[in-house]
């Protein structure tokens, strides 16, 4: 048994640099030396750093017969010439040890030793190195599937990431072996162990595959001032353009949507909106709701609102489905958004998509599901008629129906 045959596990697929990995094992080394002979002063522990072998050689003073005073530092010529015949008297003897001198017991502790500080080094690497890039897409392998998350393999290092499930879009499903995308998030510490947290819901997920995607955001002539997420569902992304040359909108969607639509499939098919970004107030609020088209806006700074006026036609695109379009617009520009009808005309009816933001989402479909597309079309029926016909409780019923029908009144 020698050191390289033991210890050649301790080689390579280590995540730990080369001086660290030498300094581990002479510490340990020096530690077995001691507890045989008393001190390690007189031994030399060599670790190649090219492959990783390790010699421990025993250091003395050659003195003639008789004259060892101590010997842990002398050797007598006689002893020395056993080792190798051409030793003279004033030399040094160098003597290689074999592991087997140490004892099993000792050896058995070294190794279990050595296997301890190894583990601990590659927790701090990795705590270290995910840390310094928190914020970067990284791709892996699912691996495991839990309950609470899925475990997934670096595709580079092989290391284990944590995708929690509320940081996973809806609609995101995955098989064992699927390769998923991410950004690191975080790194955690559970049980002494570090825990890699990756998100596809975080907002940086997005600014991350756009710089991918987008050249000029990544050389900096674009840059992204704010992102909002419904995840899964919708995105609003303010960027600004150093370079007056650059529309900064037309570059980030590319030619016929080529640059945005890569970001919407790894998005479970999230509609994003871009939006070109101003300090005139009034003009980012109109550009936020985009895809509707205003009318006018009133705003009031020292409130933080905004009232903002729309044909008709134009109301429920303002709202958008389940009224995501108006609550990111809002998030977006930092104000209350509220949405009114810029009309003279006596109210005919209205979609039922445009009460988004008073009627629950699952409501409006059940409703939907009947046929009732507008509020006039709800009201027509009586509370047995719908009570009859949808899943809905009279009490839901009865507060759907005041709602719908406060809007036509004076």
């Given at each position: 048994?020698?050191l390289?045959?033991?210890f050649?596990?301790f080689?390579?697929?280590?995540?730990?640099?080369r001086p660290t990995?030498?300094?581990?094992?002479?510490d340990?080394?020096?530690?077995?030396?001691?507890?045989?002979y008393?001190?390690?002063?007189?031994f030399?522990?060599?670790?190649?750093?090219?492959n990783?072998?390790l010699?421990?050689?025993?250091?003395?003073?050659?003195?003639?017969?008789g004259?060892v005073?101590?010997?842990?530092?002398?050797?007598?010529?006689t002893?020395?010439v056993d080792i190798?015949?051409?030793?003279?008297i004033?030399e040094?003897c160098?003597?290689?040890l074999?592991l087997?001198?140490?004892?099993?017991?000792?050896v058995m502790a070294?190794r279990?030793?050595?296997?301890s500080?190894i583990m601990?080094?590659e927790?701090?690497e990795?705590?270290?190195?995910?840390?310094?890039?928190?914020g970067d897409?990284v791709?892996?392998?699912v691996?495991?599937i839990?309950?609470r998350e899925?475990?997934v393999l670096?595709?580079?290092?092989?290391?284990?990431?944590?995708?929690?499930?509320n940081?996973?879009?809806?609609?995101d499903f995955?098989?064992?072996g699927?390769?998923?995308?991410?950004?690191?998030?975080?790194v955690?510490?559970?049980?002494?162990?570090?825990a890699?947290?990756?998100?596809?819901?975080?907002n940086?997920?997005l600014?991350k595959?756009?710089?991918?995607?987008v050249?000029e955001?990544?050389?900096g002539?674009?840059?992204?001032k704010?992102?909002?997420?419904?995840?899964?569902e919708?995105a609003?992304?303010?960027?600004?353009?150093?370079?007056?040359r650059i529309d900064?909108?037309g570059?980030?969607?590319g030619m016929?949507?080529?640059?945005i639509?890569?970001?919407?499939?790894?998005?479970r098919n999230?509609?994003i909106?871009?939006?070109?970004?101003?300090?005139?107030i009034?003009?980012?609020?109109?550009?936020s709701?985009t895809?509707?088209?205003?009318?006018?806006?009133?705003l009031?700074?020292?409130?933080?609102t905004?009232?903002v006026?729309?044909k008709?036609?134009?109301?429920s695109l303002?709202?958008?489905?389940?009224?995501?379009?108006?609550?990111?617009?809002?998030?977006?520009?930092?104000?209350e958004?509220?949405v009114?009808r810029?009309?003279?005309e006596?109210?005919?009816?209205?979609?039922?998509?445009?009460f988004a933001?008073?009627?629950?989402e699952?409501?409006?479909d059940e409703?939907?599901?009947i046929?009732?597309?507008?509020?006039?079309s709800v009201l027509?029926l009586?509370v047995e008629e719908?009570?009859r016909?949808t899943?809905?409780?009279e009490e839901?019923i009865?507060?759907?129906?005041?709602?719908?029908s406060?809007?036509f009144?004076?």
């Amino acid at each position: 048994m020698n050191l390289i045959e033991t210890f050649s596990e301790f080689k390579a697929g280590k995540n730990i640099d080369r001086p660290t990995m030498v300094r581990v094992l002479e510490d340990v080394f020096r530690t077995l030396i001691k507890k045989k002979y008393g001190t390690d002063d007189n031994f030399d522990v060599i670790v190649n750093t090219t492959n990783g072998d390790l010699e421990i050689w025993r250091v003395r003073e050659i003195v003639p017969d008789g004259e060892v005073t101590d010997d842990r530092a002398q050797i007598s010529v006689t002893d020395a010439v056993d080792i190798d015949e051409d030793y003279e008297i004033g030399e040094e003897c160098y003597q290689q040890l074999q592991l087997d001198e140490f004892g099993r017991r000792s050896v058995m502790a070294a190794r279990q030793t050595l296997v301890s500080r190894i583990m601990e080094l590659e927790k701090d690497e990795i705590y270290k190195s995910y840390s310094e890039r928190v914020g970067d897409i990284v791709l892996g392998e699912v691996h495991q599937i839990l309950k609470r998350e899925v475990l997934v393999l670096d595709d580079v290092t092989g290391n284990e990431l944590v995708l929690p499930r509320n940081e996973t879009i809806k609609g995101d499903f995955f098989r064992k072996g699927d390769m998923v995308r991410g950004v690191i998030k975080r790194v955690d510490m559970r049980n002494n162990n570090p825990a890699v947290i990756v998100s596809r819901t975080d907002n940086t997920f997005l600014a991350k595959l756009m710089e991918q995607e987008v050249p000029e955001i990544e050389d900096g002539l674009i840059t992204i001032k704010k992102i909002v997420r419904i995840p899964g569902e919708r995105a609003k992304v303010a960027v600004e353009s150093y370079d007056d040359r650059i529309d900064p909108v037309g570059a980030c969607v590319g030619m016929k949507g080529s640059r945005i639509h890569g970001i919407v499939r790894e998005l479970r098919n999230e509609n994003i909106d871009i939006v070109n970004f101003t300090t005139n107030i009034n003009l980012f609020i109109q550009r936020s709701l985009t895809p509707a088209k205003i009318t006018s806006i009133n705003l009031d700074q020292e409130q933080m609102t905004a009232a903002v006026f729309l044909k008709p036609d134009q109301v429920s695109l303002a709202i958008g489905r389940g009224g995501s379009n108006i609550k990111l617009a809002s998030r977006l520009t930092g104000f209350e958004i509220d949405v009114y009808r810029d009309t003279d005309e006596e109210i005919d009816d209205v979609d039922l998509d445009e009460f988004a933001d008073e009627i629950e989402e699952w409501i409006i479909d059940e409703l939907k599901n009947i046929g009732c597309d507008s509020a006039r079309s709800v009201l027509n029926l009586s509370v047995e008629e719908l009570n009859r016909r949808t899943d809905l409780e009279e009490e839901t019923i009865q507060d759907v129906l005041k709602v719908l029908s406060a809007e036509f009144e004076e």
